[in-house]
């Protein structure tokens, strides 16, 4: 298959034929697997997956008016054993951040000089036409590389969560077909003992549909903040999305404070946690309790393998000895749900990155070992995050559903791995889109130091 904006039939009722699916995204059809794929062919109708059949095998017959017309062909694009993935979940991104690094690095690469640099960014530069325009060149990246669900943490220390806000809202209009837009507020722990600020933060959230986050900290009255944030949660009817544990440091360990408030308040709402990477610092006694106390809650955890290896154990002239991720293997084998995503793109906290969920889920089954088997890996980018945001509409491949699928020349996970896939083929209500990624020249006027 060579990929290209002119493959696809030009019909309304189509074949994509030879295709390779994994496995652990399809409902409605199952088939002898290796490596986790199968072999199947997709009738695509009215932008809608119509069936997944075997291999060459008919198509479901169409109601045909009477006297019945001489059938002709289905047009058919043969993806020669191709593999082919539902469009992806983004579930942990920093649109607003994204792309201020050409004005505001890091200079030392690591955490502290992280928060310095996009505190000083955030109160110079993020008007609502900076934000708006920074966000937009992202949603178009992560458009182009395949990705059609996206939850943004979005910084909101007063006066930047209003403004950040109601730019979110604009572009989840703006976007709405295209890319589906899910926001959390990002604040320090601290500012939820604010009568003010957090009444007016709730406000903002129940305006705007948003979820409530944080980043949790090691204080003596961490218990009653987190009393505060689930009764608020409970209240307002809104999930949690939430930081946490972002460090090497051992003695930081507010994850299992986070699933025994949950617990506590029997809240039945939706609770994430991000990063949780001092979990791995921990002894295997405490890490086991930890994680039994995480699954008793029902928390969902997203580790965010490529901003952590960067930001984490980071020290001049010395060579990393952790890996910053959390303990993934053992949170899914204990019944979390887990994911990965793409967190921070050329901000401070993260140089590089362009929201392309095929890097992320390269990277993450480098650097954590989710490979040997590879049979149910496609999930952490595709199902799994979408059965964690609520939107299992997204993520998978199944009859009934829109044809938002994202088709690869490599047969093999060999195949896939080991190139950037620069040629795969995205398609939307089964179109083909326009997969040219914006020029890193349009953010040129924005860059502008002005610190």
């Excluded at 059809?29 to 062919?41: Q, W």
Aim: charged letters at 25%.
């Amino acid at each position: 298959m060579q990929a290209s904006l002119t493959t696809l039939p030009d019909a309304a009722r189509y074949r994509l034929s030879n295709a390779r699916l994994p496995t652990i995204t399809v409902d409605g059809f199952s088939a002898p697997a290796r490596e986790g794929l199968i072999e199947a062919d997709l009738i695509i109708a009215d932008g809608r997956i119509e069936a997944i059949v075997p291999r060459g095998a008919e198509a479901p017959t169409m109601p045909m008016p009477m006297p019945m017309p001489m059938p002709m062909p289905m047009p058919t694009l043969d993806l020669d054993d191709g593999m082919v993935f539902p469009c992806f979940v983004d579930m942990h991104t920093h649109l607003d951040k994204g792309h201020i690094w050409p004005r505001q690095p890091n200079p030392t690469g690591d955490f502290t000089g992280a928060l310095f640099s996009v505190k000083q960014d955030r109160e110079a530069n993020w008007t609502a036409e900076d934000v708006r325009a920074r966000m937009e060149f992202s949603l178009k990246c992560a458009y182009a590389h395949g990705t059609s669900l996206i939850r943004t943490h979005l910084d909101s220390s007063a006066p930047q969560h209003r403004i950040s806000f109601e730019v979110f809202a604009d572009l989840k209009r703006a976007w709405q077909g295209r890319i589906d837009l899910q926001a959390a507020a990002l604040f320090p722990f601290d500012e939820i003992t604010d009568p003010v600020f957090f009444a007016d933060l709730l406000a903002v959230l129940k305006e705007h549909g948003g979820l409530l986050g944080g980043v949790t900290q090691m204080v003596p009255d961490l218990d009653h903040r987190l009393d505060l944030l689930f009764a608020a949660a409970a209240d307002h009817g809104l999930d949690i999305d939430l930081h946490v544990d972002e460090t090497q440091d051992a003695s930081v360990l507010t994850l299992k404070a986070i699933a025994e408030a949950k617990l506590r308040h029997r809240f039945d709402g939706k609770v994430v946690v991000g990063h949780c990477c001092s979990l791995t610092r921990q002894s295997d006694d405490v890490a086991k309790a930890t994680i039994d106390r995480v699954a008793e809650a029902g928390l969902a955890v997203v580790s965010l393998p490529m901003c952590n290896m960067y930001l984490q154990d980071r020290h001049p002239g010395r060579t990393p000895r952790q890996r910053g991720v959390t303990l993934f293997h053992e949170l899914t084998a204990a019944g979390v749900q887990t994911a990965v995503a793409s967190d921070n793109t050329r901000d401070p906290f993260y140089a590089y990155g362009d929201l392309d969920c095929v890097e992320v889920l390269r990277e993450a089954i480098r650097i954590v070992h989710l490979d040997h088997p590879l049979d149910e890996t496609a999930r952490i980018v595709t199902r799994t995050p979408a059965d964690i945001v609520g939107r299992a509409d997204h993520g998978r491949i199944a009859p009934g559903l829109c044809a938002n699928l994202v088709a690869f020349s490599a047969r093999t996970w060999s195949e896939f791995l080991s190139r950037p896939q620069s040629d795969r083929l995205v398609m939307r209500d089964g179109k083909a889109i326009d997969t040219r990624l914006p020029d890193y020249r349009e953010l040129d006027p924005l860059m502008v130091q002005t610190i």
